[in-house]
Antibody
Framework: QLQLQESGPGLVEPSETLSLTCTVS??????????WGWFRRPPGKGLEWIGS???????YYNPSLHSPVTVSVDTSRNQFSLKLNSVTAADAGLYYC??????????????WGKGTTVSVSS | QSLLTQPPSMSAAPGQRVAISCSGS????????ASWYQHLPGSAPKLLIY???KRPSGIPDRFSGSKSGTSATLGITGLQTGDEADYYC???????????FGGGTTLTVL
């Protein structure tokens, strides 16, 4: 059974870089027909897409994000990662990784990680 | 403000039926498939409906989905207290080239 697990620091200082990793188990990240995405849920708000990537590369990002973002994939480790630069308080919240079905980032999210909480504070 | 509009909250008694609406536009729901997710506090979001009306294996047939024009609807019958959660619709917006979510609907079963 495919499982995704987010990991990373729970606390980041303002203007610093948030780095999270999603480890995939029970299946290979290098499988055709799936995108791998990052999502978040700020306190008191709804879900938001951050960005997604195929195992061969070529990430797609939410153009409305105010912080520079990078999503990368490491097939040797069966992981994909998120880097959010110059974070502000608005970047705090629950962060989730998920597998999306399809050959484009428009696919539905069929498997999710349990999420990790990120706080932004000095 | 979300591109997809959902009622912020709904409530119904156990055993009853609810229909959660998700209103969009031609650039999103009107030309792309909708999916629905259940999100309980402290848990991972769960896919309930994909491709407008398909249920993943393991999702009971109490949950159903439909789409008409630029709106999608999630139906839940035989409500149970365990159905209390936040429900989100989602789709792709072809103009913005982004995944978009509704603002979420908090369902209370009382």
């Amino acid at each position: 059974q495919l499982q995704l697990q987010e990991s990373g620091p729970g606390l980041v200082e303002p203007s610093e870089t948030l780095s999270l990793t999603c480890t995939v188990s029970g299946g290979s990240i290098a499988t055709s027909g799936y995108f791998w995405g990052w999502f978040r849920r700020p306190p008191g708000k709804g879900l938001e897409w951050i960005g997604s990537i195929y195992y061969t590369g070529g990430p797609y990002y939410n153009p409305s994000l105010h912080s520079p973002v990078t999503v990368s994939v490491d097939t040797s480790r069966n992981q994909f990662s998120l880097k959010l630069n110059s974070v502000t308080a608005a970047d705090a919240g629950l962060y989730y990784c998920a597998r999306q079905r399809g050959y484009t980032p428009s696919g539905y999210m069929e498997v999710w990680g349990k999420g990790t909480t990120v706080s932004v504070s000095s | 403000q979300s591109l997809l509009t959902q009622p912020p909250s709904m409530s119904a008694a156990p055993g009853q039926r609810v229909a959660i609406s998700c209103s969009g536009s031609s650039s999103n729901i009107g030309n792309n498939d909708a999916s629905w997710y259940q999100h309980l506090p402290g848990s991972a979001p769960k896919l309930l409906i994909y491709d407008n009306n398909k249920r993943p294996s393991g999702i009971p047939d109490r949950f159903s989905g439909s789409k008409s024009g630029t709106s999608a609807t999630l139906g839940i019958t035989g409500l149970q207290t365990g159905d209390e959660a936040d429900y989100y619709c989602a789709t792709w917006d072809s103009s913005l080239t982004t995944v978009v979510f509704g603002g979420g609907t908090t369902l209370t079963v009382l």
